[in-house]
């Protein structure tokens, strides 16, 4: 929202919107009373909970997809994106580094910076072939993601902890 804020106000980029897609996990409120405050209503859209079947039809429709969060395990909402070949902006976190190369197949920002996050989403805001360049190649860098084997060492790691705190897996 304050990355937004920044975009709207630093470059006036008046044709900008953000959809808001997800169930509401308690700050919905919250959220809303900001979006008031920094006279956002006009720019930001609630999807709230979308079936998985109308997925592609949201992605079909932005140019961006961004997902600033400060910690995540492998984040389905980014391999969707990935695999409908959108650019994507994520958050830099050590997660992100097994599925991101920034500036390859993706932007990662700086977590919880809202100027690096605002950077990024200018920088693909201003850059078509860029958009199209990261699009590309994140459809195929979905492609080899086999979330079979990516479950499967989540639970060799949960394994190997408790292991070494002696309790059996």
């Given at each position: 929202?304050?990355?937004?804020?920044?975009?709207?106000?630093?470059?006036?980029?008046?044709?900008?919107?953000?959809?808001?897609?997800?169930?509401?996990?308690?700050?919905?409120?919250?959220?809303?009373?900001?979006?008031?405050?920094?006279?956002?209503?006009?720019?930001?859209?609630?999807?709230?909970?979308?079936?998985?079947?109308?997925?592609?039809?949201?992605?079909?429709?932005?140019?961006?997809?961004?997902?600033?969060?400060?910690?995540?395990?492998?984040?389905?909402?980014?391999?969707?994106?990935?695999?409908?070949?959108?650019?994507?902006?994520?958050?830099?976190?050590?997660?992100a580094k097994k599925i991101i190369a920034d500036g390859e197949n993706g932007l990662l920002a700086k977590p919880a910076d809202v100027n690096s996050l605002a950077d990024a989403i200018i920088k693909l805001a201003r850059d078509k072939k860029l958009r199209e360049y990261l699009g590309?190649?994140?459809?195929?860098?979905?492609?080899?993601?086999?979330?079979?084997?990516?479950?499967?060492?989540?639970?060799?790691?949960?394994?190997?902890?408790?292991?070494?705190?002696?309790?059996?897996?």
């Amino acid at each position: 929202i304050y990355a937004l804020h920044k975009i709207k106000d630093d470059f006036n980029m008046q044709n900008t919107r953000l959809i808001i897609v997800g169930p509401d996990c308690g700050e919905l409120a919250n959220i809303k009373k900001l979006i008031r405050t920094l006279d956002l209503e006009s720019k930001v859209i609630f999807a709230g909970s979308v079936a998985p079947q109308k997925i592609k039809k949201f992605l079909g429709i932005c140019d961006i997809f961004v997902l600033p969060s400060l910690y995540e395990g492998l984040p389905l909402a980014l391999l969707e994106a990935m695999a409908a070949g959108k650019a994507v902006i994520f958050s830099n976190l050590l997660c992100a580094k097994k599925i991101i190369a920034d500036g390859e197949n993706g932007l990662l920002a700086k977590p919880a910076d809202v100027n690096s996050l605002a950077d990024a989403i200018i920088k693909l805001a201003r850059d078509k072939k860029l958009r199209e360049y990261l699009g590309v190649n994140a459809g195929k860098r979905a492609k080899k993601i086999n979330s079979y084997s990516e479950a499967w060492a989540v639970r060799a790691e949960y394994a190997k902890v408790l292991k070494d705190y002696g309790a059996k897996a």
